[in-house]
């Protein structure tokens, strides 16, 4: 399988393009994910043979573009093992899935008084949205550090989860780190608190397999662009009493049942959650995008991406001056390092590597408090795919000792 995985760089056009009249080396997977022929053909052909709004029409393409629409709901609980598929809500992205829940249940059950924990790992997705509602409520927004080997310190989630404690928010997998936090167990201690669990599986969603009723979480969200699929698509899984529970928080078209001049009654969930013209084509191409994944296997995609990192990390951990943000361990890294090279701000590097044709990211990745925690402003992160292979990493670890001799010399 893993062999079948290298030849399927014909199913990506953009991995021929040339970037400074350098063969392009795509390196920004955790960012978004390039995205295949056959879901973009899935995509094309929707919009080419039965584009119509869902929900509205009574003739024949509409019924054809609900059905869709419907099925991939239906086929997106499958894939992370939810109850069914009324628990599967449709955003435009993790963000949008994540301040659903903040500004719906989070008002709902959050008080004055009351804790909200997070870690310092999380993306501002899942930062800023309980910070707001923390300030909005008169609540107090607590972090869980991290270990001396830059892991989640569960001791000390054990000591700041208490009874007070009504929402915890975690990501699975950090965005810069790439350590995958023990999910199942962490639900287990939030529920003996009698509080909630959110999680942010942006970047888990591409890497393993998911099951939320075996994790046991309370909501769970993710994009669709970080697998394959397009931009502009998210989804919310919500255990269904809690979705039942929630107001809506837009409104409009789709997501009512009944409209008078004073009173208006909502739609059950998930549709109460979805006002407006959805994102139509969006969602085929998830639907796309998963079915290419489960094809691919998500366990044989795992495995490449891991083969390729304990490639990398020895390679880079052997230039001098490199320091690596993270676990030592390949296999802890869910595709992702984050690094810095002494005397060279993450930008320098990302640009000097951007002109001999490899593309990463540089910044603080949406994760300030997070890097103040590392004492770094930035890093520069590379994130591999399946499409990416064993020589790309020796090429990656050999431009980075180009650019630091060039910096190095121009110093």
Known sequence: MINYLQNLTQDFPILKKKINGEPLLYLDN??????????????????????????R??????????????????????????????TIVYTRSTTESLNLVASSFGNLVVQKGDEILITIMEHHSNLI????????????????????????????????????????????TSNVLGVTNPIKIIARL????????????????????????????????????????PTGIGVLYGKAGLLAAMPPIQYGGEMIASVSRTEAKWQNA??????????????????????????LGVAEVRQKETQLMASLLPQLQAIPGVTIYGS???????GIVSFNVANIHPHDMATGLDMLGIEVRAGHHCAQPLMAALGVSATVRASVSFYNASEDMERFAWSVERVKEFFERES
């Not at 030592?328 to 869910?334: G, S, T, Y």
Request: aromatic share 8%; proline share 5%; net charge neutral.
């Open 30 to 55: 955790a960012a978004t994910s390039q995205t295949p022929t056959p879901v973009l053909k899935q995509i094309r052909a929707f919009y080419q043979n039965e584009n119509a709004n869902v929900h």
């Open 57 to 86: 029409g009574v003739y024949t393409l509409a019924n054809q573009a609900t059905e869709k629409y419907e099925r991939v709901r239906e086929q997106v609980a499958a894939f992370i093992h939810a109850p069914n598929a009324e």
């Open 129 to 172: 949205p309980w910070q707001q509602l923390a300030k909005r409520k008169g609540a107090t927004l607590k972090y869980v550090e991290l270990t001396s080997d830059q892991t989640l310190d569960m001791a000390d989630l054990r000591a700041k989860l208490t009874s007070r404690t009504k929402i915890v928010a975690i990501t699975q």
């Open 190 to 229: 939030v529920h003996e608190q009698h509080a909630y669990l959110v999680v942010d599986a942006a970047q888990a969603i591409p890497h393993q397999t998911i099951d939320v009723s075996d994790l046991n979480v309370d909501f769970l969200a993710f994009s669709g662009h970080k697998m394959l699929g």
């Open 270 to 295: 998930p549709w109460k959650f979805e006002a407006g013209t959805p994102n139509i084509g969006g969602v085929i191409g998830l639907g796309a995008a998963i079915s290419y994944y489960q094809k």
């Open 328 to 334: 030592p361990k390949p296999a802890e890294h869910a």
